[in-house]
């Protein structure tokens, strides 16, 4: 059985009849962590939405532990937990209210399933008579994970949950959720940050409501159909577009300290980019081939 | 040497107990692309909101585009550009209804404003969409079309923070090439950013850790300094270490 099964799921927008989801399929493996890639507006909230019986689709079919979420809706919510992008716990209740009423709710007490959010707990104890809407960014993200969990899901929903968080504190919810996938929940998680992708099980990399590439994060890099290289040299800016005016050049864009470069199907070797450059006076220049990263992967499909 | 925009010596600011921003000194000269990184809860905004004339200091002093952040923070307003990933433009505005509307806000007169709009309108291929909303645009669209905006007064300095976060990597490369061509022409670009690529693309950095600037350079010193062989492992060096969470 499958976590979550998509099947040419749909949906559809207002008067303009806007495509948010084109039909999008897609499978997890239970103990998976499976990851949804793409910018803001590519869909991923509304796949969220719907799997989690919150937004009913226009088309296609999809299941949730093997329930129907059309159907079986009622059931489905007591297995899934979800943990939307914006804030949506009580901002009134103090941390251990807002903890206590979603384990109430759930018909489950905080005791009985501890040992799930132990780990993300202790650090949110300190401020456990705290309102919830005086928390900060990060520990609010923490307490709504806790909430999430706190029933003991089988499939666990996370919308973007480390977007506008800085790099340490996203290595560190990496982290919570690998020791998570390891208690045995499967994991849907969004994100719009490429370099988290290498670490999901598998990822579907999605853009305008569509699927562009489905796998795991090594077989999606291998797919990468060029030699891919990393060119270094002063004025980086100057570089960049020398190189994509030249003749030689499919495509270059900048990646961090280097320009990142696809040769023309019909050229032979690096060296007669660098030749060429260095004729236009660039100095310092430095070229390798290297491994494409799931970024370089999702630029090229963008194209 | 050429000339600083923006001065900061030993800038503070405390809340009751609190010190948000501790001491910080910098300057960043004309034209030159200032990354501003630090974890969530360093003290970059409260910095920042203090550098454009937002909120006062509590104590050391700050110059920006001339103007002192204490006595002149109306002049400071009108010299600057402004952009953020939260708020830039008015969704319920057309594309040519929010471009008028801040050019009206920063005091152009209609006829430079008439020009302006249509040469932005021309530059961002948008003459289809002139009419639309903005929030029929795609997101991309938008940032692109607000980062113009905050520069239609031709600003000495754009304070942009985290303009590029949920924007596709194409156009956030996109994005950068317009930020560039910005800073070429002279405008200075005071930029946060959580993507670590994209503080390469500074000229120099500073990392705020706890209220403090820690670390301050080119991108390349900053990885010799602290042995690293991107900006990510620098940022995570000092940050791990950071008492403060937000």
Redesign the interface.
């Known amino acids: 059985m499958f976590a979550v099964e998509a099947k040419e799921l749909r949906k559809v927008y207002g008067k303009e009849k806007t495509v948010a989801v084109d039909a999008v399929s897609f499978s997890v493996k239970e103990g998976e962590l499976f990851g949804l890639i793409g910018p803001d507006g590519a869909g991923k909230t509304s796949i969220f939405r719907m799997l989690t019986t919150l937004l009913l689709p226009d088309g296609g079919a999809a299941s949730v532990a093997g329930l129907d979420i059309v159907k079986d809706y009622k059931e489905i919510r007591k297995r899934l937990g979800y943990m939307p992008g914006k804030f949506s716990l009580y901002a009134d209740l103090t941390v251990e209210e807002n903890l206590n009423f979603f384990a109430t709710v759930f018909g489950t007490t905080i005791e009985e399933n501890y040992h799930l959010i132990k780990d993300i707990y202790v650090q949110l104890a300190p401020f456990k008579n705290r309102r919830a809407g005086k928390l900060s960014g990060g520990m609010k993200q923490k307490l709504a994970l806790c909430c999430a969990l706190i029933h003991k899901p089988e499939v666990l929903f996370l919308d973007e949950p480390t977007t506008g968080v800085d790099p340490v504190s996203r290595k560190e919810f990496w982290e919570m959720l690998k020791r998570l996938k390891a208690q045995g929940i499967s994991i849907l998680v969004s994100t719009p940050y490429m370099d988290e992708a290498a670490l999901c099980d598998k990822i579907a990399l999605i853009q305008g409501g569509k699927i562009l590439s489905i796998d795991t994060p090594n077989a999606i890099v291998e797919d990468f159909p060029n030699k891919l290289f990393a060119l270094k040299g002063d004025s980086m800016y100057l570089l960049l577009q020398a190189a994509n005016t030249s003749n030689f050049v499919e495509h270059a864009y900048a990646f961090g300290e280097y320009a990142h470069v696809i040769l023309k199907d019909n050229i032979s070797s690096e060296d007669l980019l660098l030749d060429y450059l260095s004729q236009e006076g660039f100095g310092a220049l430095e070229m390798k081939q290297i491994v494409p990263s799931i970024e370089d992967c999702f630029i090229r499909l963008l194209r | 040497m050429k000339e600083q925009v923006i001065i900061a010596d030993k800038l503070s600011k405390r809340f009751g107990q609190f010190m948000a921003t501790n001491q910080i000194s910098f300057s960043v000269s004309a034209g030159e692309i200032f990354g501003f990184l ?4 360093a003290g970059k905004t409260t910095a920042m909101r203090m550098l454009c004339g937002l909120s006062i200091p509590s104590e050391g002093s700050a110059s920006v585009a001339g103007f002192d952040v204490y006595t002149q923070t109306e002049e400071i307003k009108k010299n600057i550009g402004y952009m953020s ?1 939260r708020f830039s433009l008015y969704e319920d505005l057309t594309v040519l209804e929010n471009i008028r509307f801040f050019g009206g806000i920063y005091g152009l007169s209609d006829l430079q404003i008439k020009e302006k709009s249509d040469a932005l309108i021309q530059q961002l291929g948008l003459e289809k969409e002139a009419k639309k909303l903005v929030s029929a645009l ?3 669209w938008r940032q692109k079309l607000s980062f113009s905006v905050a520069i239609l007064h031709d600003p000495k300095i754009v304070f942009l923070d ?1 303009p590029t ?7 956030r ?1 996109q994005f ?1 090439d317009m930020i ?1 061509a910005a800073a ?1 022409r002279g405008v200075t670009i005071f930029v946060t950013t ?1 993507y ?2 994209e503080a ?2 500074c000229d120099r950095i500073s990392i705020m850790v706890d209220g403090k600037i820690d670390a301050m350079g080119t ?2 010193e900053l990885k010799k300094q602290f042995d690293a062989q ?3 492992e620098v ?2 060096q000092l ?2 270490g ?1 008492k403060r ?2």
């Open positions: 630090g974890a969530n809860g990933q795609p997101l991309g985290e976060g949920g924007v596709d990597p194409l156009t490369r950068w560039y070429n959580h670590m690529d390469e693309y991108p390349a991107n900006m990510d940022f995570y940050a791990r950071a969470k937000e």
